[in-house]
């Protein structure tokens, strides 16, 4: 995308037209943020450079030496602990000629290039380079790996692009005392399972089904069995939100829940991809990871991370359920959606919220489009000329 491509202020007052504060009287975010490429383009830099993203249970980088690799915004990235025991996060690109460093995860004593042997520390500081002795004016203890921030949160590891990042645990303030209370063994649960979806669907689609219950009693008559939806709510807080109920107290059609010590239907959604799960059944969390593949594809993995490396036999039913009717069903719903905005019959449409923050309102949805408003009015505003006007204090206003 070009300069004269990206979205200016006009676009971005255009894309927010019906976006009130007030949730109770507000529509949703325009349908060419979800269909135009230029929305993403611009969210590669405006979102996701700029925020906490999920890499990976606790467990994967424990031990001295332990480290694993993502790719986030385009961006290849590495996460490492240190020597010392402090988790690091780098670029994942040799200072020499670029070459991408380490692939998937595992354990090593020092980060080797494949390209030609360039060798770091797990500081990330140069220690090797083959036939540079001679070379003048070279310092390899003054080569070092590009850092970006990392945190270590609720049990998981998050990194984030942005070098003048909030702390995680400052922006969402409360979110890890609210893991710990409903999940309180998070990180003494294990890696036992993950699922893999590709959806032909906008990121946005996926995170807005999955903030609002409205279609729950339509679409998921099974869920609806197992969760109890007169105990549901939704809490919006900061960058996070809330979502919760009693489940798993009866029997229903999901699947077994008769020897069940989790009791409780506990979901967080963290700005922008990442959503936690604690479903009925043994202790678990359960990481759904939404990863944008284009303004019209988006890809997810569920990360299944329970008491026992091998689920049991209730809990090989409940990825089934997952697995084979809960994302059929909301595949389903937000491929269609997609469909749909891309007609001329759908520009946007009315939020349908109560003040009281049942499990039937889309006052979650309004909270995230807030977010992503504000994300578009802060890059776009840096990009342009002060002479091209003043951006609206609205945008940014999360309800």
């Known amino acids: 995308m070009g300069v004269d491509d990206r979205p200016g202020l006009a676009e971005l007052s255009a894309v927010s ?167 309180p063994d998070v990180e003494q649960l294990t890696f036992a399972h993950r699922l893999n979806y590709t959806i032909e669907s906008n990121w946005k689609n996926v995170i807005d089904n999955f903030l609002e219950c409205y279609h729950c009693h339509v679409a998921h008559k099974d869920f609806v069995s197992l969760v109890d939806m007169d105990t549901y709510e939704v809490t919006t807080h900061d960058i996070y939100s809330s979502h919760m109920a009693e489940a798993g107290t009866t029997a229903n059609t999901a699947y077994d829940v008769s020897e069940a010590t989790v009791r409780d239907h506990a979901v967080w959604w963290l700005w922008p991809t990442t959503c936690l799960m604690r479903y009925p059944g043994r202790g678990n969390i359960i990481v759904l990871n939404v990863i944008p593949d284009g303004a019209g594809r988006t890809r997810e993995t569920y990360d299944f991370f329970l008491e026992t490396p091998e689920p049991n036999d209730a809990e090989l039913e409940s990825i089934n359920y997952l697995d084979e009717v809960l994302q059929v069903e909301d595949i389903g719903l937000v491929e269609s959606v997609q469909r749909g905005m891309g007609t001329p019959a759908f520009t946007q449409g009315r939020l349908v919220t109560d003040p009281d923050g049942g499990g039937l309102s889309e006052h979650g949805l309004h909270h995230f489009h807030g977010l992503v408003l504000a994300a578009y009015q802060t890059e776009i505003a840096a990009a342009s000329p002060p002479s091209r006007g003043k951006t609206d204090s609205n945008f940014g206003e999360l309800g």
């Not at 030496?65 to 994942?92: Q, W």
């Open 17 to 183: 037209v019906g976006r009130s504060p007030d949730p109770l009287n507000s529509q949703s975010l325009h349908a060419d943020a979800y269909v135009k490429p230029e929305w993403f383009d611009l969210e590669m830099g405006a979102v996701f450079a700029r925020t906490w993203r999920w890499i990976c249970h606790v467990e994967k980088v424990r031990e001295p030496g332990a480290y694993t690799t993502a790719t986030i915004a385009g961006m290849p990235i590495l996460v490492v602990r240190s020597s010392d025991g402090e988790l690091k996060a780098f670029y994942n690109v040799c200072k020499h000629r670029a070459h991408e460093l380490l692939e998937g995860d595992g354990t090593t004593r020092s980060i080797v290039c494949p390209y030609h042997a360039w060798t770091y520390d797990l500081g990330g500081v140069l220690i090797a380079a083959r036939h540079t002795s001679h070379l003048p004016d070279f310092d390899k203890s003054e080569i070092c790996l590009d850092e970006i921030p990392v945190e270590e949160f609720g049990g998981f590891v998050y990194v984030n692009l942005d070098p003048s990042a909030v702390a995680l645990a400052e922006e969402a303030s409360g979110l890890a005392t609210e893991i710990a209370h409903w999940a």
